[in-house]
């Protein structure tokens, strides 16, 4: 679509892009961001400070220098300084996002037009748009004070979102905050909340976005998130969602209702390595906090197609030595092979301490059929035929991945909006079985089994491969996501 890059020219269109500061959100907005920049804008696109230095760290003093018309910038989180390669605190975040970064925010926005007008070859511009990952509901304050146009990219579920987004109903009808810390497991946490518009009548509040799971009705989380479905909800001029419309369907008609103009375009990780010219100047930009190790895809090979179970928590998952174990014991004691992919910060000691060996008896049982690593390219470990079922925590891109790659899924949910995707995945879209939280190696052992060879792995892998064959024709070149991605260019972002 020439018509758009030249139109993007002639307006002299310059996108603020600002992912929340974490893996599973800026791995999408660049997925976005270099979209837009082949459509002909130029971007900007925001880090905060800690992820910047990281990455520069793990990946080279040149990872971060862009290409024309597209470059990189840092911006304080309000939070001390954090030189560690480690998930910094989601709590402490979000605090310091919601309560501190408007005014920063709208700084760098002054700071880039100035850069423009001193610009004396006339090629920097102005800015003209923000989008803003939805957990950074100051990107759309920012951009309706300063008149600019303003997009709210939510990376997660849009199951996820309509349960966030209830939160205020919940807390309206007395089902938060729960009245004891007893509510965690006296069976309360199974009632039922049939006031979602086309949500299932018997969704529980355990599969709601875990936040409910709390007795303090000023419970940050709870209360940053009914903050930003409101603030997406009235101040966004369109949505852009991380998602395809087949697999949302029966969610549509509810969101439209609730939010600005929707626009699907997802799984990102497919539309921009379909769309994306193969000569661009950004394909080798890469933001993985953490160095990939290429060992697991070598191990993969020649080994029989789905042999394998892949196992991995994301990049913000973190358990107890005990539920550690519980995985280990009845990944071992399954039979199949196994890559597991171990995060130095996976396992949390009491003492906080985050040092964690396996016992050797464990090492032994595990030994000739596991590999394990400590990050990998999960997009091509999924797409690997060897690899039979991913255990996985649930969220949002790990689902879309292995739904694109046609790998069914056993579930551990861990906070924010997995279990609602867990819930998804188990009884909406019959592609996952799900793990209880106090695991239990039998129980590991026996899904384990199930899911790879027993008959509901048979029925999930087939449910999988129609979801897949429809996320591939979505983001296939010039397919339905990236004919939204236009229509958001056209109808929000130039207008
Ligand atoms: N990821 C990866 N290698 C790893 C672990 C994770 O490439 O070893 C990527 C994964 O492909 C996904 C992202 O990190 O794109 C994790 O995002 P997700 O939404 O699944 O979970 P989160 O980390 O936000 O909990």
Redesign the pocket.
């Known amino acids: 679509m020439g018509s758009l890059a030249a139109a993007a020219s002639e307006r002299r269109a310059h996108a603020v892009l600002v992912p929340y500061p974490?893996?599973?959100?800026v791995?999408p907005t660049l997925k976005l961001a270099v979209l837009l920049h082949a459509r002909g804008l130029h971007v900007t696109f925001v880090n905060n400070e800690s992820n910047h230095l990281r990455l520069l760290r793990t990946r080279g003093a040149r990872a971060l220098d862009g290409a024309a018309g597209f470059r990189f910038v840092a911006m304080d989180d309000g939070l001390p300084p954090c030189d560690a390669d480690v998930t910094q605190d989601n709590w402490a975040l979000c605090h310091s996002i919601w309560k501190t970064c408007l005014p920063r925010f709208k700084k760098l926005i002054a700071g880039l037009d100035a850069d423009a007008d001193a610009d004396v070859s006339g090629f920097s511009r102005r800015v003209t748009c923000v989008v803003a990952d939805s957990n950074m509901a100051f990107g759309l304050r920012a951009a309706r004070e300063l008149g600019l146009r303003c997009v709210t990219f939510w990376t997660a579920s849009i199951c996820g979102l309509l349960g966030y987004y209830h939160y205020q109903h919940l807390l309206d009808r007395g089902l938060f905050p729960l009245k004891s810390e007893a509510d965690l497991s006296n069976g309360y946490l199974d009632t039922t909340v049939d006031l979602i518009p086309s949500m299932p009548t018997d969704l529980r509040l355990r599969d709601l976005p875990s936040y409910v799971r709390n007795t303090d009705r000023d419970d940050i989380m709870y209360n940053f998130f009914i903050d930003v479905t409101t603030t997406m909800s009235t101040l966004a001029d369109a949505m852009v969602v991380n998602t395809f419309d087949e697999l949302d369907t029966p969610l549509m008609d509810a969101t439209t209702a609730l939010f600005p103009p929707i626009y699907n375009v997802g799984p990102l990780?497919l539309t921009a390595r379909n769309n994306l010219p193969a000569d661009s100047p950004t394909a080798g930009i890469v933001l993985?906090l953490?160095k990939?190790q290429e060992e697991p895809l070598r191990w993969l090979d020649g080994r029989p197609p789905r042999s394998v179970v892949y196992v991995?928590f994301?990049?913000?998952?973190v358990m107890s030595k005990e539920h550690m174990l519980e995985f280990a014991w009845g990944l071992a004691n399954s039979g199949y092979a196994f890559v597991w992919?171990v995060r130095s910060d996976l396992v949390k000691g009491d003492d906080g301490s985050d040092a964690f060996q396996l016992p050797p008896e464990l090492t032994t049982a595990m030994e000739a059929r596991s590999m394990l690593?400590t990050?990998?390219?999960?997009?091509k470990v999924l797409e690997h035929e060897a690899v039979g079922v991913f255990l996985t925590?649930s969220?949002?891109?790990?689902?879309l991945?292995s739904i694109s790659a046609g790998v069914p899924m056993v579930c551990w949910p861990f906070f924010g909006e997995q279990p609602t995707n867990c819930r998804y995945k188990c009884t909406e879209w019959g592609i996952g079985m799900e793990i209880p939280g106090d695991v239990h190696r039998g129980e590991v052992e026996a899904l384990i089994r199930e899911a790879m060879d027993g008959e509901k792995g048979k029925e999930m892998r087939r449910r999988v491969a129609e979801l897949r064959k429809s996320a591939l024709i979505s983001a296939q070149c010039g397919g339905r996501s990236m004919q939204n991605l236009d229509k958001l260019i056209d109808q929000v972002l130039l207008a």
């Not at 974490?22 to 959100?25: E, T, Y």
């Open positions: 974490a893996q599973g959100h791995t990780h993985n953490w990939e991995n994301g990049s913000t998952t992919n690593s990050w990998c390219p999960q997009v925590h969220g949002w891109n790990s689902t991945e």
